[in-house]
């Protein structure tokens, strides 16, 4: 049901890793990165620099490890036009200015 849920609404997810947490963000097929870093926060979008970004099945297949990821060259640093695919795990980088 969710599955099919979400191809109807044309809705994907991605995902941000830390230390103490994974969370699943749902945005619309075609979403930009720099909107999707906005689903997070609203300063994420506005100091967009760049998203870096794995998929979730280089992830599985280096042993869920982000390190070997790396090494394998399978971490790829995505601009503002890379448009996000299901599955994608990413790490924004951004800078919001004082007063912005």
């Known amino acids: 049901i969710i599955k099919t849920g979400f191809r109807t609404l044309n809705l994907i997810n991605f995902f941000t890793a830390g230390a103490k947490e994974v969370r699943a963000w749902t945005i619309r097929k075609g ?8 689903t997070i926060h609203t300063d994420f979008e506005k ?5 870096e970004t794995m998929s979730y099945a280089d992830f599985v297949e280096h ?3 982000e390190a070997k990821v790396k090494a394998a060259g399978r971490m ?9 695919v299901d599955g994608d795990i990413c ?3 951004f800078n919001v200015g ?3």
Do not use: N
């Open 31 to 38: 979403t930009h990165a720099p909107g999707a870093a906005g």
């Open 47 to 51: 100091g967009f620099i760049a998203a």
């Open 63 to 65: 042993d869920s490890d």
């Open 76 to 84: 790829r640093t995505e601009g503002r036009k890379y448009e996000m």
């Open 91 to 93: 790490l924004f980088k």
């Open 98 to 100: 004082k007063g912005k």
